[in-house]
């Protein structure tokens, strides 16, 4: 199946500061997603990106499909930021749909 | 509001008794997915289902059983036969193939002593 890696594994920054995340993915998918993983667990979803650049607010997300991966950047960081961000490769596989998720990145934002 | 709905919120249950999880959805999406997460893990997936009355293992599904008799319900079962069950659960849906976004729950924490 496809392989998913995310990097780096733990991130710490001051707030206001900017990073980038990434997710390379092992084979072509149908679709990518990336979450947020909230201090109770919840996951929210950021953005289904298979392809090019999407913005929301201070967040922003571009995939690479030819080159298999996907950036997550977070601008002016604030400490709600702070959880894990998970990557998803959605792919078809004999008529299902499979998810893989990667490790996530573990972010912390102190103020 | 649609969305997925996961009960309880906190489960506690003695070794060797089954319990099962509830998940039920009304965004009226075909496939439902359980995952797995452990303490400072990623999410590991142990069934999930494309249509009603059928589902798939996932990586890991020992221990574990499914059934889809409605396309809004997806019950997770964990057996006695699960080493290791205390966990935090997710069920999570997806609608219209796979270029739609994957909903999750809020998900179940199962404490198991």
């Known amino acids: 199946g496809i392989q998913v890696e995310q990097s780096p594994p733990d991130l710490i920054l001051q707030e206001g500061a900017n990073s980038t995340l990434r997710c390379n993915f092992s084979?072509?998918?149908?679709?990518l997603q990336w979450f947020h993983q909230n201090p109770w667990g919840q996951l929210i979803n950021l953005f289904y990106i298979p392809s090019g650049t999407k913005q929301n607010g201070r967040l922003s997300a571009t995939t690479v499909a030819t080159e298999r991966y996907s950036l997550l950047y977070i601008s002016s960081s604030q400490t709600t930021d702070s959880g894990v961000y998970f990557c998803?490769?959605?792919?078809?596989?004999?008529?299902?749909?499979?998810?893989?998720f990667g490790k996530g990145t573990m972010l912390l934002v102190s103020p | 509001d649609g969305g997925i709905t996961q009960s309880p919120k906190y489960l506690f249950r003695k070794e060797g008794q089954n319990v099962t999880l509830s998940c039920e959805q009304n965004l009226n999406h075909d496939a439902m997915y359980w995952y797995r997460q452990d303490p400072g893990q990623g999410l590991r997936l142990i069934y999930y289902?494309?249509?009603?009355?059928?589902?798939q293992k996932g990586d890991i599904a020992e221990g574990y059983s499914v059934s889809r008799e409605k396309k809004e319900s997806f019950p997770l079962t964990v057996t006695s036969a699960q080493k290791n069950p205390t966990a935090f659960y997710l069920c999570?849906?997806?609608?219209?193939?796979?270029?739609?976004?994957?909903?999750f729950g809020n998900g179940t924490r199962l404490t198991v002593t």
């Open positions: 999570a849906s997806l609608g219209g193939g796979y270029n739609s976004p994957l909903h």
């Open positions: 998803a490769a959605i792919a078809l596989n004999s008529g299902y749909s499979t998810l893989t």
């Open positions: 289902s494309q249509i009603v009355n059928d589902f």
């Open positions: 084979d072509s998918v149908n679709n």
